[in-house]
């Protein structure tokens, strides 16, 4: 009962800041979602621990008010990449985006057996997926169901109103395949902690388990996989799409993933989702 309350008013407040976002402009929505972030971080302390875990493994030279400023950053950050996906399905992007490496699609497209982007909870990954489609590539979207499900369904509403289609994590393996057989592009998130059954790879110096599943899939499907990153400049920003990954076992592809996305963080520190537990089921620092 008292669960329902809670998502209920969650809905209701998600609503209202959707309300608010439709009457700002974007860099207005930029400036309240960072204020949002960082209010959060400061005030709130909202998975702040976890935070500042994460940053020091990942970063051990640092200092503890270097590691405080990164993380407040990191929230504000992320303040900006919830009201992105608020603005999606109202606004025209395009003049905000370049895009880098875009033949490496086309390349993957060309092979008639669709493509998968690999990209991560890395800097604006909902404009990452919606910008490909707004530029017309046709793209479904892997999306883990969330607890509250009247937040779920309003979320998917807008990936769907912003172009993409969305498949469920759970209970979409064949879709997936379908979506692949038919030269779709399928965009997969793949850098949160994936359990037990997960490849152990290493990440910033650390043991970290990360799913198979995109490995697997294009092994079994002959599929190309890409990654994909989109990087913030200014009030823009510039979305990088890398060469096909070569072929190779699911461990190996899954290792050059990971070296990947380090880079990227290492090069972007506060573009990343920080407050997950990412070492949850090898070192368990938390």
């Known amino acids: 009962m008292i669960r329902g309350i809670r998502y209920l008013l969650e809905y209701l407040l998600l609503r209202l800041v959707i309300g608010v976002s439709r009457v700002l402009s974007w860099e207005s929505c930029h400036r309240l979602g960072e204020l949002l972030g960082r209010t959060a971080f400061d005030l709130f302390g ?4 976890v935070t500042l875990i994460n940053l020091r493994l990942a970063f051990p030279q640092m200092g503890k008010e270097e590691l405080i400023s990164l993380g407040r950053r990191n929230y504000q950050a992320l303040g900006r990449t919830f009201f992105d996906l608020l603005k ?30 690999l990209s991560g909870h890395f800097g604006s990954w909902e404009l990452l997926m919606s910008a490909l489609v707004q530029k017309g590539y046709p793209i479904d979207a892997v999306a883990k169901e969330q607890h509250n499900r009247l937040v779920d369904r309003l979320v998917n509403e807008y990936r769907v109103r912003s172009g993409m289609r969305v498949i469920k994590a759970k209970g979409g393996s064949w879709k997936v395949v379908k979506a692949l057989r038919r030269n779709r592009l399928v965009g997969i998130l793949a850098d949160q902690d994936a359990g037990g059954d997960g490849l152990k790879v290493s990440f910033f110096s650390q043991s970290a388990s990360f799913s198979s599943g995109p490995a697997l899939l294009a092994e079994k499907t002959g599929s190309p996989i890409v990654m994909a990153f989109i990087v913030r400049e200014g009030e823009g920003e510039r979305i990088i799409i890398t060469r096909p990954l070569p072929s190779g ?7 050059v993933y990971a070296k990947t996305l380090e880079g990227y963080i ?20 938390y």
Do not use: M
């Open 249 to 255: 076992g699911k461990k190996e592809r899954t290792q």
């Open 88 to 117: 999606l399905p109202h606004s025209n992007f395009q003049n905000r985006v370049e895009f880098a490496g875009l033949n490496n699609l086309n390349q993957a497209l060309q092979g008639g057996k669709g493509g998968i982007i």
């Open 266 to 285: 290492r090069n972007y520190p506060d573009h990343w989702f920080w407050p997950h537990k990412r070492w949850k089921s090898t070192i368990d620092p």
């Open 46 to 49: 909202l998975r702040r621990r």
